[in-house]
């Protein structure tokens, strides 16, 4: 069991890589659960809509919610991010090799969403790969106490560490 974590330094940048390493890994064979993160425009918005997909092979569950045009508070929908956590947890107990969490966000940094999985996973031997930004880097640090490794944001990096699983 390993545990990993990524960022990026372009927003929006880190939700299509883990989207792009899941497929992969699951194409190379891999049992993978989790989620990844799939941002739309939404016309006339000048936020996107936020969409779960439930690894390996959906459902998709939204987890933004729309609170109107000007608004610039938190947008999470926690009822819609906890459906996804269930539904990652129930492919978790099935058995995988992996899991990927496309952000160690807010709600973990408090102890609440995929913090559970993420443990639950850990316990189970599975590897864990989660992206995370500045603001929830010290939180995962102190959750994961210090023995995260820091992969640079590259697909074929994140790819190779999964792979060092078979080795």
């Not at 092979?57 to 609170?67: A, E, F, K, M, W």
Request: proline share 4%.
């Amino acid at each position: 069991m390993r545990l990993a974590y990524t960022m990026t330094e372009g927003r929006g940048e880190l939700d299509p890589l883990l989207h792009r390493v899941a497929l992969a890994a699951i194409a190379q064979g891999h049992r993978v659960a989790g989620i990844v993160q799939i941002n739309s425009d939404r016309p006339g918005c000048a936020r996107c809509d936020m969409d779960a997909v439930v690894l390996p092979d959906g459902p998709v569950i939204r987890i933004s919610q729309s609170l109107g045009r000007e608004a610039r508070g938190c947008r999470l929908d926690a009822e819609g991010l906890e459906t996804a956590v269930a539904a990652a947890e129930a492919c978790l107990a099935q058995g995988v090799d992996l899991l990927i969490v496309n952000k160690f966000g807010k709600q973990e940094a408090s102890g609440r969403g995929f913090r559970p999985v993420i443990a639950a996973a850990l316990e189970t031997g599975a590897d864990v790969l989660v992206g995370v930004n500045p603001l929830n880097l010290n939180a995962l640090q102190m959750f994961t106490g210090g023995t995260a490794d820091a992969l640079k944001a590259d697909a074929t990096v994140l790819l190779d560490w999964i792979a060092a699983r078979q080795a």
